[in-house]
C-alpha cells in the first residue's frame, strides 16, 4: 500500500483561528465537498507563511462561508490571514498508486471555489516514454 494525495485546497486564506476549541480546523462545507473531505477526516496543513506543517481534523462550516478557521493548538502555528494548502491522503495497492489522480481544488483571496481540476500523471508518464 501506498499513501497517495486525494486532494488538495490550494492557497487558502486563514479567515479565523480559535485557541479555546478543543481542536481542528473548520473548512466551508462547499470547499470540503469539491475535495471529498468527510468531516473528522485526517487532513494535513502546510501554512506558506512560515513553513509550519501539521495534522488536525475537518469540522464542516458553513457552506459558501468562505472559513477556514485553525481551533485548539493547531491555532498557535497559524494567524488569520495566512495562506495555507489543505492536503488529503488515501491508502492504494501499489499497482493502482500510478493511476491516484489528486483532486485539486482552487479558491480566489475570498476562499470562493474558482476550480477543481485533477492532476492527470498518468498522461505525463506515458508522454515521458
Known amino acids: ?17 480559535n485557541i479555546d476549541y478543543e481542536g481542528s480546523i473548520t473548512i466551508d462545507k462547499l470547499l470540503m465537498e469539491a475535495a471529498g473531505i468527510l468531516p473528522y477526516e485526517q487532513l494535513e496543513v502546510l501554512n506558506i507563511n512560515n513553513g509550519a506543517r501539521f495534522s488536525t481534523y475537518a469540522i464542516e462550516g458553513d457552506r459558501n462561508s468562505g472559513v477556514i478557521c485553525l481551533n485548539g493548538a493547531a491555532a498557535r502555528l497559524v494567524a488569520k490571514g495566512d495562506m495555507v494548502i489543505i492536503l488529503s491522503y488515501q491508502h492504494v495497492p501499489d499497482n493502482e498508486a500510478v493511476a491516484a489522480i489528486p483532486r485539486l481544488v482552487y479558491v480566489d483571496s475570498k476562499n470562493k471555489l474558482v476550480g477543481v481540476g485533477k492532476k492527470d500523471w498518468v498522461e505525463d508518464l506515458m508522454a515521458a516514454k
Open 1 to 17: 500500500m501506498r499513501a497517495m494525495l486525494k486532494s488538495k485546497i490550494h492557497r487558502a486564506r486563514v479567515t479565523e483561528v
